[in-house]
């Protein structure tokens, strides 16, 4: 941990070079403009609080709230703007700083005490730092390295520790140094250069009118294209400020702030009352096919999402019925072998898995198998019950099912796939487990396997075989935090944005873009128009859409033709008007083409 600390803190001394800072250091440099000495302390004591809040609690407000994480960031740009018009307007400025006095002084009247007035002073000056501080805390945009990466990964998770609180803390004290060197030395310029001290005033309402513009250009994005110019003038620049972060003591010290995850560490030793040995996460080597072992008892269901068919669920011969829609209990469930498998409902993985899900399902439940699908979203739009309830339905997925929107049974299981199947015998304890696609009738034999020990005839029983899966293509993330494949080679001409043209077309698993578009964390926008070409080998492609508005369209064509129609394509054309999971490609056999969205 002090190796995170001492790197953390190092880092945020760093971070000030980075070219994502160049755009917020006027607002820094403002903030040592007026206000008296203890302004800049304000400024870095608002900038630490916020950022520290907001970063190891950002995902949680936005979820508690249900507003986009966007509105914290308006909120501080319209703090910013404020300020900047409080600098710009002396009598504003002359209000702000007796407001600020009179609550300094805890809602008195200033006393004529010269002592006391000039702490109140202080405090007012203290204040309006603070204000600006708090502001630059949520518009900070750091080009973070690996630690702070593992920090912020951790609370989108809800896997806050004391840990990750010091080492942001350390983090935001490295960054408020250079801070405030830059802060303090714009102020002793100004009182060691007779002219600047002379037009102070104007000095400050200059800084107003610079915070105004500041916020006006984070408001509307320009910061990030301000950021893109420097990188495009100058390629290097930055280059290697996380390099000390790649060292081996902090990669190792890394991996050991990490929670206890699937294919990461051994399962400890951990016991409950009864002394049974618990599962807390799946071994470095994954099983041999079908060889079960004993992991430990599973982990109860954890998460309070909401549950749907459990009335689907059939009990074994002299079992209570579970009735109705309660939730599951794995103690309820003693005695039964039970599946329990991590998916999501726009990952074509987890899809492509439910054809032997449900012949499981139907085959072996009546001799005492229980499916249970934990939906852990990948996407916000997959957290709303009402669309996990579709899609449910449109996939046909007839066995229990719980929202796992908090991540609780994602974390209890140590799990880190889609999809993941963890097999549990009639006693409770996990005895295998397998990642991904595939190796169905490996699992098969599992499912057997386990029912016989649980007393259950199933001699020569073969549920039906999954659909031939004919994909030589991955999943393709467009977002910017798992993309990749994108092969746009184009003109840079970069005062014409509407006369970039894609120069070549994109090989198996690429693909490039056409007009102006707003790469996200998780997905992509067309400004109005655009066009998304990807190849591909396959005889499917599936996309997952969230419309922005009614009426939009898709022209849909392959190898330059109008594509085929397809459960959601019609004519060449589909019309989203959901957020899930859509069918774009549909051809009698696999092979390597080119698609074109419009």
């Known amino acids: 941990m002090l190796v995170l600390l001492a790197f953390a803190f190092v880092s945020g001394v760093i971070t000030i070079l980075s070219p994502c800072i160049l755009p917020v250091l006027p607002i820094v440099l403002s903030g040592g403009i007026g206000g008296g000495r203890a302004r800049p302390f304000g400024v870095l004591a608002g900038f630490v609080l916020s950022f520290t809040v907001f970063t190891l609690t950002l995902s949680a407000i936005v979820r508690a709230l249900g507003i986009p994480a966007d509105a914290l960031r308006v909120a501080a740009v319209v703090l910013i703007a404020l300020f900047g018009i409080v600098m710009l307007v002396p009598q504003l400025r002359d209000g702000f700083e007796r407001l600020a006095s009179r609550i300094a002084s805890r809602g008195g009247t200033v006393s004529a005490t010269p002592g006391v007035a000039g702490r109140s002073a202080r405090l007012a000056g203290f204040g309006s730092g603070l204000v600006v501080g708090l502001s630059l805390g949520l518009v900070w945009t750091p080009c973070v390295g690996p630690i702070m990466a593992s920090v912020i990964s951790l609370a989108l998770t809800q896997q806050v520790s004391g840990g990750s609180v010091f080492i942001t803390l350390a983090y935001t004290l490295g960054t408020s140094i250079p801070m405030l060197a830059v802060m303090l030395g714009g102020r002793a310029l100004l009182t060691r250069v007779p002219a600047l001290t002379r037009n102070s005033a104007n000095i400050q309402k200059g800084f107003g009118v610079l915070m105004i ?3 006006v250009a984070i408001g509307l994005g320009w910061d990030r294209k301000f950021q893109a110019a420097v990188l495009a003038a100058f390629p290097n620049y930055g280059t290697g400020l996380t390099a000390i972060e790649k060292a081996p003591p902090v990669d190792t010290a890394l991996k050991a702030l990490q929670p206890a995850r699937s294919g990461r560490g051994v399962a400890s030793a951990q016991t409950n009352a009864a002394g049974e040995r618990l599962f807390t996460g799946a071994m470095d080597a994954a099983p041999e096919n079908g060889v079960l072992g004993d992991y430990g ?30 939730p599951l209990t794995m103690h309820s469930l003693r005695g039964r072998v039970v599946l329990v498998d991590f998916w999501t409902y726009s990952c074509v993985n987890c899809v492509r898995t439910l054809p032997s899900l449900r012949a499981w399902y139907d085959t072996y439940r009546s001799r005492g198998l229980v499916v249970i699908g934990v939906h852990t979203p990948e996407f916000e739009f997959e957290m709303k019950s009402a669309n996990v309830a579709q899609a449910i339905k449109d996939l046909r997925v007839d066995w229990p099912v719980v929202q796992d929107n908090d991540y609780k049974q994602w974390n209890a299981y140590g799990n880190q796939y889609w999809p993941a199947h963890y097999f549990i015998d009639a006693k409770g304890h996990v005895r295998y487990f397998h990642f991904g696609e595939g190796e169905y009738d490996v699992s098969e034999k599992v499912i057997q396997a386990l029912l016989k020990e ?4 199933v001699g020569g029983i073969v549920a039906k075989p999954a659909p031939d899966i004919q994909a030589g293509t991955p999943e393709t993330y467009l977002g910017y935090d798992r993309g990749r494949g994108f092969a746009s080679a184009v003109d840079p001409v970069f005062d014409r944005p509407a006369d970039y043209r894609p120069a070549r077309v994109p090989g198996n698993g690429e693909w490039n873009l056409t007009g102006r578009w707003t790469i996200t964390p998780q997905y992509i926008v067309p400004e109005s128009t655009g066009t998304l070409q990807l190849g591909f080998e396959a005889k499917n492609v599936f996309l997952v859409i969230e419309p922005q508005a009614r009426g939009t369209t898709i022209s849909v064509s392959v190898d330059g033709k109008p594509a085929g129609d397809t459960p959601d394509v019609k004519d060449g054309t589909l019309a989203p008007r959901e957020s899930r999971m859509y069918q774009v490609v549909a ?6 083409h080119l698609l074109r969205l419009d």
């Open 213 to 215: 513009m500041m916020a």
């Open 587 to 592: 051809l009698p056999q696999a092979g390597a």
């Open 454 to 457: 649980a007393g259950a005839d």
């Open 297 to 326: 008892l599973a982990p109860e269901i954890a998460t309070t999402g909401m549950w749907f068919n459990t009335e689907g669920v059939i009990p074994m011969e002299g079992q209570p019925s579970t009735g109705g829609s309660p």
